[in-house]
């Protein structure tokens, strides 16, 4: 009899451990299809946020590199081109030819480029007038008894970090019977390197002054 009221028991408990065991897991919460739909979907979307940001940062860069290379390239070639003589021109000092402003220089530039004649008043209330201009050289009448001339030189060897000088020749009618013409050389910063009396003339009549060389 002991036995089997003991056996009941055993029966009685292993049944109440299963029931708890169930009631366990009916009560654990189970991850729905619709929680693992939306799971899926914010790391999908996560992911290709993800790849969004790092395909624009490439881009990015890949657009900032070309922009510095084009503009390296483009400072590079602005920087090997040589200057005109009209360019030279209107940065030259006011100290250099006093005769003329800058706005003077310019105003003959204008009227040259204009095909008009470039003629102005210059600081003496003289009349000063450019009679010639090309890429490398112009000419200038100052007045009655002064004609400069200018022109860029090609040099070997670089003078103020540029392979051109700029000679200008300042040809003086002394008098009747007289001309001087000084050489002065410049470096492209208008830097003076030299100068010097390049001929001084006698003239026995007035007809020498047409023989006389031109640059």
């Known amino acids: ?18 029931q708890q065991e169930r009631e366990g897991a009916a009560a654990k919460p189970q991850p729905t299809e619709k929680q693992g739909a939306q799971s899926t979907e914010k790391q999908g979307a996560q992911s290709t946020e993800k790849k969004g940001a790092q395909s624009t940062e490439k881009q990015g860069a890949q657009s900032t590199e070309k922009k510095g290379a084009q503009c390296a390239e483009k400072q590079g070639a602005q920087s090997t081109e040589e200057p005109t003589m009209a360019a030279l021109f209107k940065a030259m000092p006011d100290s250099l030819m006093p005769y003329l402003t800058k706005n003077n220089r310019l105003d003959m530039i204008d009227f040259m480029e204009a095909n008009m004649k470039a003629e102005i008043t210059n600081q003496l209330e003289g009349r000063t007038e450019m009679t010639a201009l090309t890429a490398d050289s112009l000419s200038l009448r100052m007045n009655e008894t002064l004609r400069i ?35 002065d050389v410049y470096s492209s910063a208008w830097r003076l390197k030299e100068s010097r009396l390049e001929r001084s003339t006698l003239l026995k009549r007035d007809e020498d002054l047409k023989e006389l060389p031109q640059f």
């Open 1 to 18: 009899m002991r036995k089997y009221l003991f056996a009941l028991l055993l029966l009685a408990s292993a049944s109440a451990s299963a």
């Open 149 to 183: 001339d200018m022109k860029k030189v090609q040099v070997q060897t670089p003078v103020d970090s540029s392979l051109f000088v700029i000679k200008v020749w300042r040809n003086y009618q002394i008098n009747e019977h007289q001309t001087e013409q000084i050489v």
